[in-house]
């Protein structure tokens, strides 16, 4: 095995910060600079890793397979980019939302490392949602779409990234709540749907010392990255590292893990490329 994409379901709220406020919000989450969308940067992706690992007795494995400062590791590690967005919605209290920019993407990150996808990506309009089950229309946040309904797609659609969840739970309700959006209300809804808390420091006298906003990922939201071997690491077996995430399925990724964000569960059952 030289590749393989994991997937990554939020447990907690999460920060991925970007280092820099943007003037409406203190401490907002990082985002790809040409589509707005968050993400978790590889850096990050890989320290996450490598620290997950050193506490879990596998030092010698993480400076092997993540690097240290002073030499690369033998595992390349990409950012972790979203696939699925919860958003409010009056029907069924949220939604997975996507577009096909999104799974366009997908299918060819899949195609980097040689899985092949077979879903037909849906043409979708502004204001309107693809979605398996029969509805009069769809409110995400303040936004209404005319539903469109394709349950062949979209049981398709999920059968394909199923793999990428590690619940089975989950998996169970993805269908029914799945739905796919134009790519411009995506970025819309990607922008500006995502929870903003304001967090307040105290002194010893319980008095306000400091008070910024902050953005984070929902929970449930889904992202996957590709773990592909360098040049130089055919002597690395990506199996090793496989089988133990799957062994130890969550991660911390992100600021605030001393209230409890950042914790995500890895699938490491994602596609394997060859």
């Not at 919000?25 to 992706?45: F, H, K, N, Q, W």
């Not at 990409?78 to 696939?83: E, P, S």
């Not at 808390?197 to 449930?220: F, G, M």
């Amino acid at each position: 095995m030289k590749a393989k994409m994991i997937g990554l379901l939020t447990e907690t709220m999460m920060h991925p910060g970007s280092g820099q406020h943007n003037g409406a919000i203190d401490l907002p989450v990082a985002r790809e600079s040409t589509t707005g969308y968050p993400v978790v940067v590889g850096s990050s992706m890989k320290g996450a890793l490598r620290d997950k690992m050193i506490q879990e007795d596998k030092k010698k494995e993480a400076s092997r397979w993540f690097g240290e400062q002073e030499h690369a590791g033998l595992i390349a590690v990409t950012d972790a980019r979203l696939l699925l967005l919860p958003v409010r919605s009056l029907q069924g209290v949220y939604r997975w939302v996507t577009c096909p920019y999104i799974l366009e993407r997908l299918e060819r990150d899949a195609s980097m490392i040689g899985h092949s996808m077979t879903f037909q990506k849906p043409q979708v309009h502004p204001e309107q949602a693809v979605v398996a089950d029969q509805t009069e229309g769809l409110f995400l946040e303040e936004l209404s779409f005319q539903t469109r309904t394709d349950a062949e797609l979209m049981e398709d659609l999920t059968r394909q990234i199923a793999p990428l969840i590690g619940h089975q739970e989950v998996c169970h309700r993805l269908k029914e709540q799945l739905a796919i959006v134009s790519n411009h209300d995506f970025a819309h809804l990607a922008r500006y749907s995502l929870p903003v808390q304001i967090r307040n420091q105290l002194s010893a006298e319980k008095t306000s010392q400091n008070l910024w906003s902050e953005e984070t990922l929902p929970v449930d939201t889904v992202l996957y990255t590709l773990l592909m071997l360098r040049p130089g690491g055919k002597d690395c077996d990506l199996s090793n590292v496989m089988n133990h995430l799957k062994r130890h399925r969550y991660i911390q990724m992100g600021g605030n893990e001393t209230i409890g964000q950042g914790w995500c569960l890895i699938s490491a059952d994602g596609w394997e490329g060859a």
